[in-house]
């Protein structure tokens, strides 16, 4: 393939790079510049002051010069070219040719990394570069002679798509789990390799109990085989790593450090470890960019009880002043010390705390070696980062108040272009995403839009593609699932659109959903109250017609990180962590037509302290929800007979509220619809 | 003390036992009669055909003579006058010196028996034997110079008032077990002995984790150490055991052991060992009554992979003909004979299936020191006999009319009587009693019931006594919580009713706690639903004033078996087991006020599969509950206005059903009354 771009003059970058006083020759400027093309695309110029700071126009030009000449060979294996390049079939026979090499019988690739998280950076995704798979839960085992892939439900379709047949197996996760189905697969002796960086303890456990069922053994590799066959690996991530300032936190990191530190010592140990980003970057007040949507540096840290903390994370991230911010309690080291870090705290004889349901098997391997005492605790950081402060909460609702009018705006904008015919989802998400970036303090979107027409909106997970994309008919609704990362909060909502006439069906669905909706937005519950126990309110009017929907009602939500943050779920799984104030949780009922139509209302709520003298009776102390999100729901597609007389007064109050407050933020012609979109329905 | 009653004559007994072919002697006759005494008082006479059946009037009146000369001797141990004969700190020093003297520093009493159940035979109450405690939940640790004993939240007062506290400390269950509690108090070296026939292996494991946290260990005692110092211990239990009719079952004990039996080959066990009444009661088709309201049979079973049962019970229990009825693919042998046959089984080499939940160490440890392979999985006859099949929902259907024919004309008669003034709980209950007792198929209440006039109705376990009782006054409530034993069917039920005038107060109170038992007796919802998920509909009317009620909504029930049966609940506690067509389950939903009064409506309600075409949108496989329990619910404490239409149309239709099955099978004046007390509210 022979390059369109300039070949970077060597010389005159160094030259640049001296002038402006930058650490990095440019060699360095290449390795770094790999790091930044295996982190998302929004990660923009941003880079350029991890270069040097201020970035002089000449040497921008020049980093971007080297970015696009490296761009050009930058292959991270998952695409399609990739794949035509290098087929599937030639993937599998490179690993097995490895894992024999290496007195392997068998290997196991999850699709985890070794933070466990949502998102897992180009480098990590194993699973996908194995085989094309490439949904967000799963796993491949790979044995000489048989290979299978393990998805649930939600991705039965799509690995029909992706994976090759004649290659894998496909296993139902959850009916038919890796432990199980090795247990059936192995022989005695056999012996499976697998990666401890990527499983957690728990999961350990179970596939060494499936394997010893058969006499097999379960194996800990020092280097992942994959990562030996995978040709250009893209490397880790290297977005820019910044302060999150206190005007939104609410909280100094100090004060953070020192509290749970605290709590540590109160616990009986010395030190925890930490293994998720979004835990360390609520700790420290940092955030970062290294994977899509989520302002997360990948990092690593050990807080101890003292409250200082040491961070291992690639130091090229930092942005200059980070150091300053972070202060003289936190030490900064590379991610390669973890190792002997843990040693050291083995060796001091107290306890170290290790969550395991989210931590790596290795850091508990390399503890037990080095002696250590562990205690099985759950990440400390969780807990509080979920329950928000007055600073976070007042920042969430300035953000939802800025969200509530890019979504408005886009379905007054809707409202006229639709009815035109022509309108694609595509189109239509990209008009959303275009009013948003308008937004003070937008930085990304929180998560890939789900944009469904007609009976796309019924796919639960639907992504628009090109080839997938329909246009919003008339007689169709429209399902759009959205939001946004701001510096002073997370959005996330949902919203259906009647385009054209609605049958009287969908309205009948539609507001048996929103009926579960406002079930949920005026729940009353006294502490202690669990997510499990409010789950059915929201399906209760839909059940009464045999009709349910297959998706949890709710998750938590973070502030400016996570759009699905712990422990708290509204589902029917059984979920223990009681509602607690301060908390952001999604209210997202919905009904889903195979073939015709999908329905969902979402809107972010708080949980609160019932207002005092709210309820005279109060003998319990009683928590409540307060709305945080603020755009029209379609009144085209309220059935107003089926409102018991409560809930139309909520919705009218609702949309009021909503008339209030977004109103004086919009220009005239959004405004004007939006009068319209909220007139009150009541009787 | 001077007897008052005959010296049986011997010489009699004798000749009248050969006369009626009895295989007893006098001597026998008497060892009989000490198991006799240790059941419950509701056996009356019907022990004698374990002596001789027919029995001649003449054997009879000598086998009374007999029991009242034994009677004057008998004592349990347990009375206030026992307690004056052999006082607590002599107990617990007789219990200390026992214990040097088998080289143990301590020991555990649990309330339990070996059997785990709800009900505990006199020679069982170990804990009350030592202690004075006598609530269905608790247990005490005896170190040489410490003691303590650990009760829940309901019985604090209760502990309080019976407990020596200058013997035991007093701890709660639940946030200071007395595993915690031995971490703490227990030395490296101490020996604390346990009897593993009364703890489950998942108790042994926390104990043995509480005491090795403090460097001591655990150690099986063969004989309860208890035993050995409390004089005159009760013998077990000698209630006559009878078949249970298929009219009543509905399915023959020779196919439920054989379905039972394949599914265990199915799981790969070719034994599982049953030690719950309750399970070889319904699979054997047999009822017994060594306790006290529940027809339980003491007793273990194997029950093997080719259908066939060992039943391990003292022989002396079973009514002539009980073999016959069995069959010969059951072997009758004595208890002591249940360790050799574990050993048998251990030695075969088979997987044995044992429930950890349920069934006593000793039996693992017996099963593991013969090299047995156990299978840890839930009793398998437990969820059978949760889905009772259509013969026994016909037959709870019956025993609910009669039982709601007795409720109705007690309805009635206290309509009546309590105006006049001057009735109390005690007669109130007793002639509630009363009018069950003339039902057919009657055998006994199926728990104590509960009457709680005025505050009393607002403790939640209360019991009636001469020194408690109060008058059923004008302007209060009286909450009467009782049920019954036929034959065919098990009842529960709880009505309120307003004695005088209620205060608003009261019906809004009242009509919130009907709404909430409305809200679970019209739900809706998809197979797979736990009753965890539906919990909050009985709550959400009280939480929307900030009310609540401390208990759960509803626990199964058996089949004329125990009126508390697993494994299905509807409580806030997590519970994973669905509920599924057949089972019965409480609905009773209430509001107590400290001081003032109680509420509570509760019906037993039965899964039902929704009726083809009953939603002609059912897209899932929808359940629901019919109503069981028939009487009126009191119309002078509803209050319309709070009620919405649905939910006044389900109680006008509720009453018209009570009035229409239950007025044809009343007295003219009863039946007068219901007219009245079942008259349409609605608008």
């Known amino acids: 393939m022979t390059r369109t771009g300039t070949v970077p003059d060597q010389g005159r970058l160094a030259q640049l790079l001296k002038e402006a006083g930058s650490p990095l020759d440019p060699a360095g400027v290449g390795q770094l510049a790999a790091g930044v093309l295996a982190a998302p695309p929004e990660i923009g110029t941003s880079w350029h002051r991890l270069v040097a700071e201020p970035t002089p126009p000449a040497l921008a030009a020049a980093l971007e010069e080297v970015r696009a000449y490296l761009a050009e060979d930058y292959r991270d294996g998952l695409s399609a070219e990739d794949f035509a390049r290098l087929p599937r079939p030639a993937r599998l026979a490179l690993l ?238 590379p991610p390669d010390r973890l190792g002997p870090a843990l040693d050291a705290l083995a060796q001091s004889g107290k306890r170290v705390q290790v969550d395991p349901a989210t931590a790596a098997s290795w850091v508990f391997d390399r503890l037990g070696r080095a002696g250590g005492r562990i205690h099985r605790a759950a990440d400390p950081c969780l807990l509080p980062k979920a329950c928000k402060n007055r600073v976070e909460l007042d920042g969430t609702r300035a953000a939802h108040r800025r969200d509530g009018a890019a979504v408005t705006r886009f379905l007054a904008w809707l409202a006229r272009e639709a009815p035109q015919g022509g309108l694609c989802e595509i189109a239509a998400s990209d008009r959303l995403e275009a009013f948003r970036r308008e937004g003070e303090h937008f930085r990304d979107l929180s998560f890939p839009t789900i944009s469904g027409a007609g009976s796309n909106g019924a796919i639960v997970h639907y992504r628009a593609t090109p080839e997938t994309e329909k246009r919003l008919e008339p007689g169709t609704l429209y399902l759009l699932d959205s939001g946004a990362q701001y510096l002073d909060g997370t959005t996330d909502i949902t919203r259906t659109v009647a385009i054209g006439l609605p049958t009287p069906e969908m309205r009948d669905r539609f507001t048996r959903v929103l009926k579960g909706h406002i079930a949920i937005a005026t729940a009353r519950f006294p502490k202690g109250t669990t997510g499990t126990q409010l789950d059915a309110f929201a399906r209760r009017a839909l059940w009464q017609e045999g009709l349910d929907y297959d998706h949890g009602t709710g998750h938590g939500v973070g502030s400016y990180l996570s759009v699905h943050e712990g422990p708290q779920r509204i589902s029917k799984a059984p979920n223990m962590q009681p509602l607690l104030p301060g908390m952001i949780v999604s209210n997202e009922p919905g009904y889903y037509k195979t073939g015709a139509y999908g329905i969902r209302i979402e809107n972010l709520v708080a949980v609160q302290p019932e207002r005092a003298g709210a309820s005279a009776q109060n003998e319990r102390e009683m928590l409540c929800f307060e709305t945080l999100t603020l755009a029209p729901i379609d009144r085209a597609l309220v059935e107003c007979d089926l409102l018991e007389d409560a809930e139309l007064a909520w919705l009218d109050a609702y949309h009021t509220r909503v008339l209030e407050t977004i109103g004086p933020l919009l220009d005239r012609d959004s405004a004007t619809w939006l009068e319209q979109a909220t007139a009150p329905l009541g009787r």
């Open 96 to 333: 097995r040719e490895e894992l024999a090499r290496q007195g392997l019988d068998g290997f196991i690739v999850p699709r985890a990394d070794e933070h466990q998280g949502e998102y897992v950076p180009a480098g990590g995704q194993r699973l996908a570069w194995l085989t094309g798979f490439t949904g967000s839960a799963g796993a491949a085992v790979v044995l000489a002679d048989r290979a299978a892939v393990f998805v649930d439900g939600r991705y039965t379709l799509q690995a029909a798509a992706q994976v090759d047949a004649a290659l894998f197996e496909i296993r139902h996760l959850i009916e038919e789990p890796p432990a199980k189905w090795l247990a059936g697969a192995v022989k005695k002796g056999t012996v499976v390799g697998y990666d401890p960086w990527l499983h957690t303890p728990q999961e350990v456990e179970r596939l060494q109990a499936g394997v010893e069922r058969a006499g097999a053994s379960l194996k800990a590799v020092e280097a992942n085989p994959v990562d030996r066959v995978w040709p250009g690996r893209p490397a880790a991530p290297l977005a820019p790593v910044l302060p999150h300032p206190d005007e939104f936190t609410g909280d100094s990191a100090a004060d953070k450090r020192g509290r749970l530190g605290r709590a540590l010592a109160e616990d009986g140990a010395a030190a925890a470890v930490l293994t998720m980003p979004e835990s360390i970057a609520w700790l420290l007040n940092i955030r970062g960019g290294d994977v899509p949507h989520t302002p997360l540096p990948l990092s690593f840290a050990i807080l101890r009880d003292d409250g200082s903390v040491t961070l291992f994370i690639d130091r090229r991230k930092l942005v200059p002043g980070l150091d300053r911010h972070l202060g003289n309690e936190v030490a900064i080291e």
